[in-house]
């Protein structure tokens, strides 16, 4: 079991930037891959990106790609999710999840991942 904790949202206006973070309570933090996905209201939740777990290999949905940045820190136990260029629609509640199994693969299924965060609210003002 592993409990995780986002912080980092907030209220910005579009073009800003924000960086969330994700604490895991657990040493074993490197053996899971970890994601970021996102719910906007009234829309089902989705994936934004994810990281192996040495941090050596990224993937991240097309929406996000190259305004978003997945990156870990496995001493400290964080995943960190670097999102710069705002837009309105990138609105949502952003949640963290861990995948323990053993396989490599960065997957975009959020049925794959065992562990979520509570998540955090981000919003952006046009």
């Known amino acids: 079991q592993v409990q995780l904790v986002e912080s980092g949202g907030g209220l910005v206006q579009a073009v800003a930037s924000l960086r969330l973070s994700c604490a895991a309570s657990r040493r074993a933090f490197s053996a899971y891959v970890m994601g970021w996905f996102r719910q906007a209201p009234g829309k089902e939740r989705e994936f934004v990106a994810a990281i192996s777990k040495s941090g050596g290999k990224t993937y991240y949905a097309d929406s996000v790609k190259s305004r978003f940045t997945i990156s870990r820190d496995n001493a400290k136990n964080t995943v960190y999710l670097q999102m710069n260029s705002l837009k309105p629609e990138d609105t949502a509640v952003y949640y963290c999840?861990?995948?323990?199994?053993?396989?490599?693969?960065?997957?975009?299924?959020?049925?794959?991942?065992?562990?979520w965060g509570q998540g955090t609210q981000v919003t952006v003002s046009s």
């Open positions: 999840a861990a995948d323990r199994s053993p396989r490599a693969i960065l997957s975009t299924a959020e049925r794959l991942y065992d562990f």
